[in-house]
């Protein structure tokens, strides 16, 4: 019978028929809190001690154990509430969490600075917003790319050793298939983890799976959360979703899946993986042989043309404008770097001419263009006939190079505009794999 599974303020509720599991942040655990596996039954009194308000927390008793909602979660807790008291009458606890939210996380840790090196798959099956299965699995890295380096040793702790018994990557392929069952898959910046696994199945002479993804980084980015990054922990953290051990591929999987139910929740979301990635603003992206098409924003949302200015509050709106930023800032460097041909011809980059314009803080324009060069973009000051992709940064209003890359698309020249997270994630600097 599928889990049903609660957000409560520094503790993750997992009830399983009258099997109640609580699981405490490390927050809380550092406080004195205990992970515990709770037998419901008629003995149990389950109260309400208080209801949360826009500003105060509430509570709910357990016996002797008290959970704490954070401020605004009347409904989470009183969902939560009305399946615990389902549960200790011995009835059937509902496990609906968001209606027709299915998928299937994924993590994979690496041996290694390739990609491919894959030595640990982890799972996480989502049904209705329920985990109703997870797993994890270690396994041999394609022969080429079988080298541990010490860098990730010292991330997820998996050795040479570790993996010297493990099925190879062929058959960790093929234990994955066994839970794919057509529904889209989910990672915490996608792109690094479904080119890992193009990267090994092609090192290793196998198929690559043909799948539909979403990723949890881009809907944390986009989702405005009061945190200093958006690292897998740091925003576990920030939507109270229990990461029991970061870089352990299982554990980095449910998190993952944790976070996106979380979002769903909060803005009250329903619907399928496609449905939540569109209500925030976002495309799914594709995995197949010949490329991975990467997690975009849906251009048909009005409101993502002009993200800067919808961005605004109206209390914002009322405040003197700002002085335009220095141009040292935005300056352009002098020297263009050569595109890398050795880099993956698959890539969105590769053979692409790319030009820069707008506000690209806190990374600078001649670390952009590097890190497009090595994935074998031809880097370009000004927008040509020639250019293929322009990125516009925010800014002010709309920068000379921007109209430029307009007038050409009217006229009917192949040219994409992507935002300033578009490249960020295309690049994955904020969250240099594995993570």
């Known amino acids: 019978m599928p889990a049903a599974e609660f957000h409560a303020h520094g503790c993750h509720l997992q009830l399983n028929g009258q099997q109640l599991r609580l699981r405490y942040s490390l927050l809380q655990r550092a406080l004195g809190a205990t992970d515990e596996h709770i037998e419901l039954s008629d003995a149990h009194a389950i109260s309400q001690i208080a209801l949360p308000t826009a500003t105060t927390m509430g509570a709910i008793s357990i016996g002797d154990v008290v959970i704490n909602f954070a401020p605004g979660a009347t ?138 993804f979403g990723c949890s980084l881009a809907l944390a980015r986009a989702a405005k959360l009061d945190v200093v990054n958006h690292r897998l922990p740091t925003v576990a953290k920030a939507l109270d979703v229990v990461l029991q051990r970061h870089h352990d591929a299982g554990a980095d999987a449910e998190a993952c899946a944790g976070i996106v139910v979380a979002l769903a929740q909060r803005d009250g979301i329903e619907g399928s993986l496609a449905d939540v990635m569109h209500s925030l603003g976002f495309q799914l992206g594709h995995l197949d042989g010949s490329k991975v098409y990467p997690v975009l924003r849906d251009r048909s949302l009005k409101a993502n043309d002009d993200v800067e200015i919808a961005a605004l509050t109206p209390e914002q709106s009322q405040q003197p404008k700002k002085p335009r930023q220095p141009w040292a800032k935005v300056a352009t460097p002098d020297e263009i770097p050569e595109a890398n041909t050795q880099a993956d011809p698959a890539g969105n980059l590769y053979g692409q001419t790319v030009v820069l314009s707008g506000d690209f803080e806190p990374y600078s324009k001649g670390q952009l263009w590097n890190a497009m060069a090595e994935q074998g973009a031809h880097v370009a000051k000004n927008v040509t006939k020639k250019t293929t992709i322009l990125v516009s940064g925010p800014w002010e209003g709309k920068t000379s190079k921007l109209k430029r890359a307009e007038e050409l698309q009217a006229k009917g020249q192949k040219l994409e505009i992507w935002s300033k997270e578009e490249l960020v994630t295309q690049l994955g600097l904020e969250e240099d794999p594995p993570f």
């Open 75 to 212: 409904k989470e807790q009183q969902r939560c509430v009305d399946a615990l008291e389902a549960a200790a009458q011995g009835k059937v606890a509902p496990a609906v969490v968001v209606p027709g939210l299915d998928f299937l996380a994924i993590d994979v840790e690496t041996a290694n600075a390739d990609w491919g090196s894959i030595c640990q798959i982890g799972v996480c099956k989502v049904r209705d917003g329920a985990v109703v299965a997870q797993d994890a699995w270690l396994c041999t890295p394609p022969d080429e790319l079988n080298t541990f380096d010490d860098a990730n040793i010292a991330i997820h702790g998996i050795t040479a050793e570790d993996i010297a018994d493990a099925p190879e990557f062929s058959e960790a392929l093929q234990r994955l298939g066994t839970w794919m069952d057509g529904s889209p898959l989910l990672a915490h910046n996608a792109q690094f983890d479904m080119t890992a696994v193009r990267r090994a199945c092609i090192s290793a002479g196998l198929e690559v799976p043909e799948v539909d």
